[in-house]
């Protein structure tokens, strides 16, 4: 059975950086599209950003450019390296991995999330 795995949350200041981590077990995560979701306190839960298998990247508008996706896959880890944060950026944060095999079925995987809190 898959399963993920994050850390790396905490509370910091307005303008300050976290890194968050999600690793996998139980398939093989490199193959999947990978990708973070955050759902903020009162608010529909939102992706973050996305990591395609071959690499290519996709970003919320709101973090582009404060916020970057990176893989590594000998690790079977993801990470989201956050900077410049904002209070507006508090929420609960998730790591997904998402496959679809067709007629084979779906496979889309989730962590238990990490709170992060941007606060003065």
């Known amino acids: 059975q898959g399963q993920l795995v994050e850390s790396g949350g905490g509370a910091v200041h307005p303008g300050g950086s976290l890194t968050l981590s999600c690793t996998a077990s139980g398939f093989t995560f490199s193959t999947y599209t990978r990708n973070w979701y955050r759902h903020p306190p009162g608010r529909e839960r939102e992706l973050v950003a996305g990591?395609?298998?071959?690499?290519?990247?996709n970003y919320e508008d709101s973090v582009k450019g404060r916020f970057t996706i990176s893989r590594h896959n000998a690790k079977n880890t993801i990470y989201l390296e956050m900077n410049s944060l904002k209070p507006e950026d508090t929420a609960v944060y998730y790591c997904?991995?998402?496959?679809?095999?067709?007629?084979?079925?779906?496979?889309?995987?989730w962590g238990q999330g990490t709170q992060v809190t941007v606060t003065s």
């Open positions: 990591i395609s298998p071959t690499g290519g990247t």
């Open positions: 997904n991995a998402f496959y679809d095999a067709g007629w084979s079925g779906v496979w889309d995987y």
